[in-house]
């Protein structure tokens, strides 16, 4: 069977991404490895990576929803699958602090039509995103040996597959099941301290979606429970601010980046 193109209502995204439940908190998780890409150099495998996102979608008008979450990777020692806290840069010979991602918050809206690729059994949505804008660390001196770019550009390869009847279940406030495919095409991250060294990081990452927090991987369990109770779950409300990324968080906490604190910074679960 040739699978068909179908638009979606957004009511079937938010049961596949999140939950049409606004009290509760969805976990979707992913694990993958970290290449260099360097053109006339062998890749590299960098690092491991097992990361999460906690959602919640609330009504905001008939077919719309505000979409609020929080989001963790942390970067793994690819031979023991253990959580990097220095990192030994094989270019430059150099040990930086690892600064994991703790994005929070990532938000948008969700409404209108989602294309999918309906084939029988099994629906995927496919999204190939192509972030472009200025680089937030460009304009100021001292991040130059970290991420001198005038311009932050990446690629997002998303598809994410869920069995079709769940869709139009109304039984269902969320998908029964979610298989995740998420590649990706970035630039160094500003803590490996690669200057203007030519070069990218692909990411290649696979994952799942979670009946709740004690299904997390151990790692992502403890790491949550004891450094960072804030992403047990979702925010409450849509979040007044920008969207949190790798290069603003590094700009945010880049006196605790040079002396050498452990990251994420501990982040206390909200009252």
């Known amino acids: 069977m040739v699978a068909q193109v179908q638009e979606l209502d957004a009511l079937q995204w938010v049961k596949t991404r999140s939950s049409l439940d606004p009290t509760q908190s969805t ?3 992913w694990t993958g490895k970290i290449y260099s890409f360097i053109p006339g150099e062998k890749r590299k495998l960098l690092f491991k990576m097992s990361g999460v996102s906690v959602s919640r979608c609330i009504p ?3 077919g719309s929803w505000d979409f609020t979450s929080r ?3 942390y970067y793994l020692n690819p031979q023991t699958n253990e959580i990097l806290r220095k990192w030994e840069n094989p270019w430059t010979g150099e040990m930086v602090p690892v600064m994991h991602v703790a994005n929070n918050p990532v938000q948008g809206q969700f409404a209108g039509k989602f294309p999918a690729q309906v084939d029988g059994d099994t629906t ?3 999204f190939d995103i192509f972030p472009t804008y200025p680089n937030p660390l460009a304009e100021d001196a001292k991040f130059a040996e970290y991420s001198p770019y005038p311009t932050y550009q990446a690629t997002e390869l998303f598809k994410l597959a869920v069995p079709t009847a769940d869709l139009f279940n109304s039984e269902l406030v969320s998908v029964s099941q979610l298989r995740l495919s998420w590649d ?7 803590w490996m301290k690669m200057g203007d060294r030519l070069g990218y990081l692909i990411y290649s990452a696979s994952g799942s979606k979670v009946n709740g927090f004690t299904e997390l991987p151990q790692l992502l369990q403890d790491e949550i429970n004891t450094r960072v109770p804030l992403y047990k779950q979702a925010p409450t409300a849509f979040l007044d601010g920008e969207d949190m990324t790798s290069w603003l968080y590094f700009q945010k906490h880049f006196p605790a ?3 050498g604190d452990i990251f994420p ?3 206390k679960q909200e009252l």
């Open 27 to 29: 976990f979707l998780i």
């Open 124 to 126: 995927t949505f496919v």
């Open 257 to 259: 980046y040079l002396a």
């Open 60 to 62: 905001t008008a008939e």
């Open 71 to 73: 989001e963790l990777t």
């Open 265 to 267: 910074l501990p982040e």
């Open 184 to 190: 990706r095409i970035g630039q160094w991250l500003p």
